[in-house]
């Protein structure tokens, strides 16, 4: 359990919560907005294969700021949705929107999706937006998952292909390498088969994952990008002397503007949408 929270997650999860319940979470709720911007393209697709009721009961898992959670309470007007997630600062933020969007319907926890006690099947769907990709150990997080989906419930995830497919991943992993070793390994749920297998050991059917590919925003302007950029990941750089951190910089900058639009500056994007039922 970690010193400065009393939120019960499983040990393989301990270094996601001092993540993201420290300075990542910190910076994903100074940024929710345009976090949310980034991938706003994905939405309607992401909400259709949820195919939400009136008097559906949601889950949302990573739900971040609660962009997602807000939405399908919305889509769920007699019904309800919870979002869980390791970021009390994100957390806080979500509360906040809630109240002055005026969305009664919705509630957000502190929660380690992997073990915390969801109501055995107490959801009618299950849904995450890029939250389901870092658990310690997918298999019981997955099973937990399910134990909580009721029988004929749905299962919609959105996950990140392969990294050879995601332009804006291997582009600033390999500018803030800047010259050293770039690092390469998928992120998880990259591979459909190993996510069907996994899903189905867990206790889904009837896995389905299609390729979705989108144009995924960084900011209106070079200026405006690069300083997202830089902020988020401008901390692989400080370990490397003045000259070389700025020469990194340019060259950022210099791609950016190789990728700005009349709408902003863009790079592609490709994601997997996986839908599944329980049984």
Not at 102 to 107: A, E, I, L, Q
Not at 118 to 137: K, L, N, Q, W, Y
Request: aromatic fraction near 8%.
């Amino acid at each position: 359990m970690s010193e400065n929270t009393a939120v019960r997650v499983d040990p393989s999860n301990e270094r996601m919560l001092k993540a993201w319940d420290g300075n990542d979470g910190a910076l994903w709720a100074k940024r929710a907005q345009r976090f949310n911007d980034g991938v706003a393209a994905y939405r309607d697709t992401f909400f259709s294969a949820a195919g939400i009721q009136l008097t559906d009961n949601v889950l949302d898992v990573g739900c971040g700021a609660g962009q997602t959670t807000r939405d399908a309470a919305r889509q769920a007007a007699d019904g309800s949705a919870l979002g869980v997630d390791l970021s009390s600062d994100m957390l806080g933020l979500a509360r906040r929107l809630a109240e002055e969007e005026r969305v009664p319907n919705v509630s957000f926890d502190q929660a380690d999706a992997q073990v915390h006690p969801f109501p055995e099947a107490g959801f009618d769907v299950v849904i995450s937006r890029h939250g389901s990709m870092f658990f310690g150990t997918p298999l019981a997080a997955f099973a937990n998952l399910a134990r909580a989906t009721r029988p004929g419930g749905r299962l919609v995830l959105l996950t990140w292909q392969p990294l050879r497919l995601n332009e804006w991943i291997t582009t600033f992993r390999t500018i803030f390498a800047a010259g050293r070793e770039v690092p390469n390994s998928d992120l998880a749920l990259s591979d459909p088969l190993e996510t069907e297998r996994l899903l189905t050991s867990a206790g889904y059917t009837d896995v389905l994952s299609t390729a979705v590919d989108k144009p995924m925003y960084f900011g209106q302007d070079v200026d405006d990008a690069a300083e997202f950029v830089v902020e988020q990941h401008g901390g692989r750089l400080s370990d490397l002397d003045d000259a070389t951190r700025a020469e990194a910089i340019e060259t950022l900058r210099a791609d950016l503007a190789e990728h700005q639009t009349g709408r902003g500056v863009f790079y592609r994007s490709a994601a997997w949408l996986i839908e599944a039922r329980r049984p």
